[in-house]
């Protein structure tokens, strides 16, 4: 059993439902798409969550990305998106830094700051569920795409990723 990340807690208290896949306890997997794989559902299902900053105003608030784990992101939409000339993806350390959590285990849901602007890859809106981090390498949590929007306050973001 998955000791409860601080991800699983904020649904729960929230009384959102989810369900709980440990795919990795290790956490060596290496990529969206391996862990997609491990988890047997299809790459468009599985979303990653990318931290990305604002280059001309960086005290702004940073971005939380969430596409397909198969896409990558499409910078010059999302800045266009954000209302900005140039977006840059935030270096591990950044995204460590800014999170509190390790890469790979970035979990929306379980960032409850109002410092960060949650989007979300038009594509989910052909999705019942997502699968999404738990806030913790190799842990992944299935939830209604309708409550990530509520959880995260996740706005749309159409053309935010690019097939590879």
């Known amino acids: 059993m998955t000791q409860k990340t601080h991800a699983m ?3 729960d208290a929230r009384g959102i439902a989810y369900t709980v896949r440990t795919y990795d306890a290790a956490g060596a997997f290496h990529s969206g798409d391996e862990a997609a794989t491990l988890l047997g559902v299809p790459p468009d299902r599985v ?5 990305v900053l604002r280059e001309a105003t960086p005290r702004a608030r940073p971005l939380l990305v969430m596409i397909p784990v198969a896409h ?3 910078l010059k939409a999302l800045a266009k998106i954000a209302g900005e000339k140039k977006l840059r ?3 591990q350390r950044e995204a460590e830094q800014l999170t509190g959590m390790q890469v790979g285990g970035i979990s929306a849901p379980a960032l409850q700051k109002p410092g960060f602007v949650v989007l979300i890859d038009g594509a989910a ?10 806030g913790a390498r190799g842990v992944d949590l299935e939830l209604a795409v309708t409550d ?3 959880i995260t306050n996740a706005q749309w973001a159409d053309g935010a990723s690019a097939a590879p």
Do not use: N, Q
């Open 72 to 74: 990558h992101a499409d």
């Open 89 to 91: 993806m935030a270096t």
């Open 47 to 51: 979303y990653k969550t990318l931290v």
């Open 9 to 11: 807690r904020v649904l």
């Open 125 to 134: 809106r052909t999705r019942t569920t997502i699968h999404v981090s738990a």
């Open 148 to 150: 990530f929007i509520v």
